[in-house]
């Protein structure tokens, strides 16, 4: 049967489509090192400019913020932190725009400066001005293959609410208020330039903590199968109302397993999970509850719960496992995402505290809109996200002791004709009885129509690269998704004219110097705005004219 199917699939491509090698995805590959001052955080590299400065990056999943490169420019390593050693390696290492040739800050008012659009993050107190502009981008170093893309909005900054840059992984385009035409994101772009087929990614942060250290797994288009347990996964998840919240999931429960204890959180709430915020932001009576589970202690000062040598001894006495059950507000299906307490065991330093101390990666939200589940939690979960369909799949990570185990697939739109679809795939492979059935009756119909054809081809198929396999099963599968995702109106939402309105920014990103006096836990650190205009003046005087080879139409060209 699913020779016929393959067969079928084959026979098809040959009829409709280039034979290229192309995959339709990107797996970036990870930096090996682990980088981060409040924890061990897997980064992944990224030149930027010409000649290329080589930056180390942590994927940015907040549909706002990471619409564009976040980078640390070198004054965040002179004029804050000009005192922490190593600081440029420590962040990841800086990006110099008057060192590269194609950056471009033409088309932008005020010399590029802007506020960050951390929407979601400003909930939590972390927000900056930075410096935007355009540049040649690479996603990997050379040789490994990565597309290079011209002309990507990076944002340079120097605070310290955000300690590493970020490789924005949203589509939403930016719209700066003074240009006309909206910023395509990266991963919009090499949907454009079909790079990758879907409008797709996939990722988990890594665990530095395991036996050996786990990388973080990132793939554009596509996923890693080898990533996750298809056995505790919640699949499409509708995202949430609020395009800024397309990652909002229902917490049901949060347990620990001590024999006999009471849950740390009993009752739904509802939380953002945020690759760019690094630690879990739940409602206070949770964190109490959290203390007393494990004797932690809030520190005023620090706004953290840091752990002395000898509460850390006694919890790696406990050694408690968390258990958090997810649900979602339509489906009654849920799923336990377990973190050990390994997970939660991370270091903080300078210049968050003055020395370095051990803390538990937890946080007291005020309201309902500072519930989030950072980067700590996406060490033991991987995230799909379809962007295609609206919605994503949250599972349990496993963490596979070699690359050599990668079992990468492509994330496929809906309603592609042609080629066709592998979001059966997407959903780890288990088919219901009907989908099934429906791709037995499909793969008949086709058998009658390609008879003559077959035999021939399933050698080839069986030579043929895997991606053949997975691809062509789409009328019977887009009956299959019915079932499970939303209806198909949902996906087509996704990029239309109402949403362009969201994407707007507001007017107060016209007042670029100001500096807000909230900004976050650590304002010490924040330079006056008049400093950083003075400092970014002269970079459009001094590039204009290495502008010329650019392909920036005139029409474009900002009034500023
Ligand atoms: C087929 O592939 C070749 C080589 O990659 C490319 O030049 C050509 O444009 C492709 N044709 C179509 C129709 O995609
Ligand atoms: C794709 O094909 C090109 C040329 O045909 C080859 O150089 C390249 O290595 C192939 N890539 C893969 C991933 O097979
Ligand atoms: C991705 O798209 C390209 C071009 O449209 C096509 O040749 C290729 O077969 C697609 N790959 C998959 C896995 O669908
Ligand atoms: C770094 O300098 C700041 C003031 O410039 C000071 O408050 C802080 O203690 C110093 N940190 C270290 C680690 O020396
Ligand atoms: C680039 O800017 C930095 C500080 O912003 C300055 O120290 C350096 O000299 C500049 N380099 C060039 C080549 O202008
Ligand atoms: C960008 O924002 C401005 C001001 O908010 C608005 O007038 C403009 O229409 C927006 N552009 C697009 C393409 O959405
Ligand atoms: C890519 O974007 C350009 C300009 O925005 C558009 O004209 C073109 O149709 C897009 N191509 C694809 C394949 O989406
Ligand atoms: C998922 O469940 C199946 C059947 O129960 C089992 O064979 C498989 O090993 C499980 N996979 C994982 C990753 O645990
Ligand atoms: C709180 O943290 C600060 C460092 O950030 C430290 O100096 C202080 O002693 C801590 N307070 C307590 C009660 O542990
Ligand atoms: C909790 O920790 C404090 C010091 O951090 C210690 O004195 C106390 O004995 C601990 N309590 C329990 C129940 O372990
Ligand atoms: C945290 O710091 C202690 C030393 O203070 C070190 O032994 C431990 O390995 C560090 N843990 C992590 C996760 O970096
Ligand atoms: C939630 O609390 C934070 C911190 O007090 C505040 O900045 C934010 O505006 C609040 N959000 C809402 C929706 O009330």
Not at 215 to 221: I, Y
Not at 238 to 265: H, W
Not at 283 to 294: L, N, Q, S, W
Not at 513 to 519: P, R
Request: aromatic share 10%.
């Amino acid at each position: 049967m699913w020779h016929w199917l393959a067969a079928t699939s084959y026979f098809w491509l040959l009829l409709t489509a280039n034979t290229t090698n192309t995959t339709g995805f990107i797996s970036v590959q990870p930096s090996l090192y682990w980088d981060g001052s409040d924890g061990l955080w897997s980064t992944f590299q990224v030149q930027i400019g010409r000649p290329a400065q080589v930056v180390r990056l942590l994927p940015g999943t907040s549909a706002n913020a990471g619409n564009c490169y976040w980078v640390v420019i070198p004054q965040g390593c002179t004029e804050v932190n000009a005192n922490v050693s190593d600081c440029a390696d420590e962040r990841g290492y800086t990006f110099s725009s008057n060192l590269s040739t194609s950056w471009s800050t033409e088309r932008l008012a005020n010399g590029g400066l802007f506020e960050l659009d951390t929407y979601e993050e400003g909930q939590l107190g972390l927000t900056s001005n930075a410096y935007y502009g355009f540049d040649t981008v690479q996603l990997g170093l050379d040789g490994s293959g990565a597309p290079t893309l011209r002309d990507q909005l990076v944002a340079g900054f120097a605070t310290n609410d955000f300690w590493l840059g970020s490789l924005g992984l949203s589509p939403v385009p930016f719209n700066f208020t003074s240009l006309d035409n909206r910023i395509p994101s990266t991963l919009s772009t090499l949907k454009n330039q079909s790079i990758i087929n879907s409008t797709s990614w996939a990722y988990t942060a890594g665990a530095a903590y395991k036996d050996p250290p786990v990388f973080g797994s990132l793939t554009l288009g596509g996923y890693d199968a080898a990533r996750y347990d298809a056995n505790r996964t919640l699949s499409a998840v509708p995202f949430g109302s609020d395009f800024s919240r397309d990652f909002l999931i229902g917490i049901e429960s949060i347990t620990y397993d001590t024999l006999g204890s009471s849950p740390l959180l009993a009752s739904e709430i509802y939380a953002f999970i945020d690759s760019m915020v690094t630690q879990m932001w739940l409602p206070i009576d949770v964190c109490e509850a959290f203390e007393t589970a494990f004797n932690l202690t809030w520190n005023d000062t620090a706004e953290l719960y840091l752990v002395s040598e000898e509460a850390h001894s006694s919890l790696l006495a406990q050694n408690p496992t968390t258990t958090f059950t997810l649900g979602t507000t339509s489906g009654s299906k849920t799923i336990a995402i377990q973190l050990p307490y390994a997970a939660l065991d991370l270091n903080i330093s300078t210049p968050y505290v003055d020395s370095t101390s051990r803390y538990f990666p937890l946080k007291r939200a005020e309201n309902a809109s500072q519930y989030t589940l950072g980067r700590v939690f996406l060490q033991e979960a991987y995230v799909i996200a379809d962007y295609n369909r609206s919605v994503f799949q949250i599972s349990q990570a496993l963490f596979p002791s070699s690359d050599a185990s990668q079992d990468l697939r492509p994330v496929t739109p809906p309603g592609v004709s042609g080629t066709g679809s592998t979001a059966r795939a997407r959903k780890g492979m288990h088919l219901d009885k009907g989908a099934i059935a429906g791709i037995v009756l499909g793969a008949i119909a086709m058998l009658l129509m390609f008879a003559p054809a077959v035999l021939v081809c399933v050698r080839k198929r069986r030579s043929g690269p895997s991606m053949v396999q997975a691809a062509g099963t789409k009328e019977e599968k887009d009956d299959d998704e019915v079932a499970e995702l939303p209806p198909d109106e949902r996906a087509q939402v996704e990029m239309s004219a109402e949403d362009s309105a969201v994407y707007e920014f507001d007017a107060h990103n016209q007042k670029p110097s100001e500096l807000q006096a909230s900004l976050g836990t650590l304002g010490k650190y924040e330079l006056p705005g008049e400093r950083y205009i003075a400092e970014i003046e002269g970079v459009p005087k001094t590039r204009v004219f290495e502008l010329g080879g650019e392909s920036i139409p005139a029409a474009e060209l900002g009034t500023a």
